[in-house]
């Protein structure tokens, strides 16, 4: 007996009709569920805030008595303490297997990021009015900014997504159709060695330590000294220029420059959710995501 028989006709045509959409919503997948998540909410945020003009209107303040050159010191040590211990561990270990160095790397990396961390709490304790509440370390806000980072990082991602499809283009039409944009070196790590300790070290290397210091540095002492230097010259848009100034450093930061505008554009966003909250937690809470998702993207690929 044909189904057509058992059905009204009207009924009939509803489910043809319903057809063609189920197979279209069958090729629909997760990343362009969440792309397109992240448009809608970006455009609201794009009209409620009359396309970003008046998105920093109500932005608190952070009154410090931080020295211009304190930044840069701070800098200097990170980049300089981790190859320094690493070459002093090579000296004194020099017969590890490639996934003992790797896995040592990634210990030292998360020791010397602790220690510069603890240092610039220190530090933001002794400069910030407010003292840490005044950098944006509160921990009464952590529950709230949890969430805030979850949407904000969905806001963000198709734009970051649009940065990486844009070089990858790019770098086609200049280098030719076997450009690839270089992997970061931790998911490299993560790809290359099976051994759990690698993994697990790497993974909070990445997703831990590096989210964690990074945000310290680059919006808390970065962004702050940038702006609070523009708001002394009465500057109409020292929020705003100061979170792309801070965004060009983080950028560069990092060794791979073809990461440079994604990470830019990511950096746009974490500037911009510390200088709206004030809170510290909530740009480390969207880097940490950010890169635990891309851990965790390369790990589930693996076969």
């Known amino acids: 007996m044909n189904i057509a028989d058992t059905i009204s006709p009207r009924h009939f045509q509803v489910l043809c009709a319903a057809e063609p959409f189920s197979r279209f919503v069958e090729t629909i997948s997760v990343a362009q569920v969440v792309a397109a998540a992240g448009l809608i909410l970006f455009a609201v945020w794009l009209l409620r805030t009359s396309w970003g003009r008046k998105a920093l209107v109500d932005s608190p303040a952070r009154p410090n008595t931080m020295p211009p050159y304190l930044p840069l010191v701070v800098l200097f040590v990170w980049f300089t303490s981790v190859p320094l211990a690493v070459s002093v561990a090579e000296l004194l270990m020099p017969d590890l297997a490639d996934w003992q160095e790797a896995g040592l790397k990634n210990l030292i990396y998360c020791l010397c990021g602790i220690a510069v961390a603890v240092g610039t709490i220190v530090l933001a304790e002794h400069y910030f009015d407010r003292r840490l509440k005044g950098f944006g370390l509160n921990i009464r806000t952590i529950h709230k900014d949890f969430l805030a980072a979850v949407v904000n990082l969905l806001c963000v991602w198709p734009l970051v997504m649009t940065a990486i499809l844009l070089t990858i283009k790019v770098g086609t039409m200049i280098w030719g159709p076997d450009f690839e944009m270089p992997q970061h070196e931790q998911l490299k790590l993560i790809g290359r ?111």
Request: charged share 10%; aromatic share 14%.
């Open 193 to 303: 060695y099976s051994q759990l300790s690698v993994r697990v070290l790497t993974f909070i290397a990445a997703a831990v330590m590096a989210p964690l210091l990074e945000e310290l540095l680059f919006r808390g002492l970065f962004q702050t000294v940038i702006r609070s230097f523009l708001a002394d010259l009465k500057h109409p848009h020292a929020g705003w220029l100061s979170i792309a100034a801070s965004s060009v450093l983080f950028a560069a930061a990092h060794v791979n420059a073809g990461h440079w505008p994604a990470l830019f554009v990511l950096s746009l966003c974490m500037g911009y959710s510390y200088e709206k909250s004030g809170s510290l937690f909530r740009p480390i809470f969207i880097h940490a995501f950010f890169n635990g998702l891309n851990v965790v993207a390369v790990l589930t690929a693996q076969p």
